[in-house]
């Protein structure tokens, strides 16, 4: 191949598409599953107001303004990329064919990314702190009780075993966040008088996106590293939909997702399931919650 501008036009042209196809064809992504996409538009975000769950009351009088909390929690964006570098002579020899499945493998590692951190954040919630100071994961999240008052909730039970999650993930804000400043972009360095060509014969593409990932509020989610049976996703649950806010308001949740890596999904379809439990009764917790298992917990 005659390494000019037009091929090599062509060349970007294909090899954008590979990755486009690697990055279409990653099977569906779970995070949606546990965090909320927010836009950025600086380089940190602060979200002060987790700090408040809005309450409506009953208006008498003036409106009384709910400000938000003065506390402060700030997720700061990262530059993440991937490069791929191609020989000169590969161009020349018309050895493409090679790298087409390495520009797909690149799209598919690329629309990968958000999974990778947002469930490796979710299981390091035990010892990660929140908006509120504490692990994400806790038994005593500070709150106020209806004398407002300073009280503690908890939304961990302990264990010492492999951790598994019970949420409600149907609010507009789920337990955790997605903060996006700049989405993945495909770029190239491949004119022939790129310093990367002219020194070292080679082409050189790639992509990258800035972004976070952090906590939202704690009260949609349990998280478990006892055994999961029966008992202890009853006691999960029970404790999610006893959930309150400040001044003891219930906050109306009922967890609607089991989240288990490979190792628990046996358990967990027989929790979820199963018509009869292992004593031979009718299983009541069956189609309490829907049932996700997830790779990237393993």
Not at 52 to 57: A, G, L, W, Y
Not at 138 to 158: I, K, S
Not at 163 to 168: E, G, R
Not at 208 to 225: I, L, P, T, V
Request: aromatic letters at 12%.
């Amino acid at each position: 191949m005659i390494i000019n501008r037009p091929n090599l036009q062509n060349l970007n042209v294909a090899f954008n598409a590979a990755f486009t196809q690697g990055l279409s064809g990653v099977a569906a992504s779970q995070w949606p599953q546990i965090a909320t996409r927010v836009g950025s538009v600086t380089g940190t975000e602060e979200y002060g107001w987790l700090g408040k769950i809005p309450n409506v009351r009953e208006w008498l009088g003036d409106r009384q303004i709910q400000n938000i909390s003065s506390g402060s929690y700030r997720i700061k964006n990262r530059d993440f990329e991937l490069t791929i570098s191609v020989a000169r002579n590969d161009i020349r020899d018309d050895n493409i064919g090679l790298y087409t499945p390495l520009f797909g493998t690149m799209g598919e590692s690329t629309g990968s990314a958000y999974d990778q951190m947002l469930w490796s954040l979710l299981k390091a919630g035990f010892s990660t702190e929140c908006y509120d100071g504490q692990y994400f994961f806790d038994t005593d999240h500070p709150v106020l009780n209806a004398a407002g008052q300073p009280t503690t909730v908890a939304n961990t039970d302990g264990g010492s075993g492999t951790p598994w999650f019970l949420i409600d993930n149907r609010r507009i804000l789920k337990p955790l966040i997605l903060q996006v400043r700049e989405d993945w972009q495909f770029v190239a360095k491949d004119r022939l008088d790129d310093d990367n060509v002219f020194h070292r014969k080679e082409f050189l593409y790639g992509v990258d996106g800035r972004y976070n990932a952090g906590y939202g509020f704690w009260q949609f989610s349990w998280g478990s590293k006892q055994t999961l049976d029966a008992t202890s996703y009853a006691n999960a649950r029970s404790a999610v939909m006893s959930m309150k806010g400040d001044y003891e308001r219930p906050l109306g949740l009922v967890p609607n997702l089991l989240i288990v890596p490979p190792t628990l999904e046996t358990q967990a379809r027989k929790i979820l399931q199963a018509e009869n439990d292992a004593a031979g009764a009718t299983n009541i917790n069956k189609g309490t919650a829907e049932l996700l298992v997830v790779p990237w917990l393993a």
